[in-house]
């Protein structure tokens, strides 16, 4: 029974954390998990960030258009990759959220076609990099406006309770749209109908080069939750092991039944707020200097070394791997070319009405003189 296994304590003071910046367990329980599931954590970490390096190489090189780099992200995302059911449960997720949807599966190659923005991308390159979604693997397609998938969601998880489905809608965002009325409307709701969500806020501490305390009076995001009646729960998501365990603990009470919670995981954000921004003119590179001493993977890797799952050549041989399988994802994706121009056309109505037939048979025409 659900009860049996609660855990975790909602509106604490400290942030519930697992691992300390030593790598050690501190928690009050056994994690119980076998090696093979531990070094699966730190592989799909892993990957993430090298998918985060790609990226940069990317938009440097001039061969996507806007990256929204995810660096420090990658324990929160990776624990909630691993705490949903993968293709039952659904994800509704922001454009940082690159490494969460790797994580879930999405392959390499539709990432790099999204990215691209070419034949290889199952949306046909209509929306701007760092918007990838996925029907297979019920991924609700990322849309640039802040906290507009908030109320979406809240209607997916009331659909599968009302049609008993058992599955979870799980919903990202960042410390910004918290900040939006979308947000607000949307949790309102999905708590008044104990709808099966679970609403996690990846918070950086920046929207852009606007600061959390110019964001929020509130002590923390995860407080909020209380006046909407549902439990918060403030976790350090630089630790994979506490982001993994407090989201499987809220997407499990969500689908018993208990209704929807909000999830804070703190993180920090490496990299600037997109390719569009300097942050040196915001933030000092003396601050970002003391958070890359706290990198998740540095923390996880020391985790994992005092467990006897980490050494160095395994670690390479890993990285070797996962650089393999980019390269590889890349280079396919690259050799789909251009979409066919006349697909703008397509998917704006199930069926093409007059007036697009006629801007189709246009362009068709200016395209072949
Ligand atoms: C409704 C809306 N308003 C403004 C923007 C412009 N905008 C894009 S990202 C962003 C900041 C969001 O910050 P946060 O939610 O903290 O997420 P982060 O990018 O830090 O992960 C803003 C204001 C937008 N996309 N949508």
Redesign the pocket.
Known sequence: MIQEKVRFQPFSSEPIRLIDQQGRWIAPFEHGLPPDRLQRFYRDMLAARLLDEKLVILIRTGKTSFI?PHAGHEAAQVGIAHALRKGHDWLFP???DMGLVLALGVPLVEIFGQTLGNAADPAKGRQMPSHPGSKALNVFTVC?????HIPPATGAALSMKLRRTGQVAVCT?????TS?GDWHAGINFAAVQQAPAVFVC?N?R???SVNISKQTASENIAIKAQAYGMPGYYVDGLDVLASYFVMQEAIERARAGQGPSLVELVVH?FGA?SSADDDSRYRSREELAAERQQDPLQRYQRFLEQQGLWDAQWANELRLEISKALEAALQEALQAGEPDPLEMFDDVFAARPWHLEEQRRLVAEELQS
């Open positions: 929204a922001y454009y940082r640039s406006a802040i906290a507009s965002f960042g410390d910004g749209a939006e990846e950086n920046y929207a852009i954000r707020h």
